[in-house]
């Protein structure tokens, strides 16, 4: 069994600053990718940042998300600055999770709710 656990979200104001993190637990033998999506309402998930040794991010995030990981903690973090109101959205933690010689499995966290707002 795996587990990924996420926490930091919250309502922030525009201009804000927010740090979001996602710890994996369980069975683990390695941990292949880590990142973020979100879903905003009315809209579909999208990626926000992942992290595969390197990094890639949404145009609509670059330069004001930084997402990093502490692999001895199992943990990816998304440090989110300068928020808009159109970062409003659930965010959920994905990692794709080798738990056996042969086998992989991509999880995701609950979601983490965040709501920037005047």
């Known amino acids: 069994q795996v587990q990924l656990v996420e926490s930091g979200g919250g309502l922030v104001q525009p201009g804000g600053s927010l740090r979001l993190s996602c710890a994996a637990s369980?069975?683990?033998?390695?941990?292949?990718?880590m990142g973020w999506y979100r879903q905003g309402p009315g809209k579909e998930r999208e990626l926000v940042a992942t992290?595969?040794?390197?990094?890639r991010y949404a145009d609509s995030v670059k330069g004001r998300f930084t997402i990093s990981r502490d692999n001895a903690k199992n943990t990816v973090y998304l440090q989110m600055s300068s928020l808009k109101p159109e970062d409003t959205a659930v965010y959920y933690c994905?990692?794709?999770?080798?738990?056996?010689?042969?086998?992989?499995?991509?999880?995701w966290g609950q979601g983490t709710q965040v709501t920037v707002s005047s």
């Open positions: 994905t990692a794709l999770i080798q738990t056996s010689p042969i086998y992989s499995n991509r999880y």
């Open positions: 369980g069975s683990i033998r390695a941990i292949r990718d």
């Open positions: 992290s595969t040794g390197s990094t």
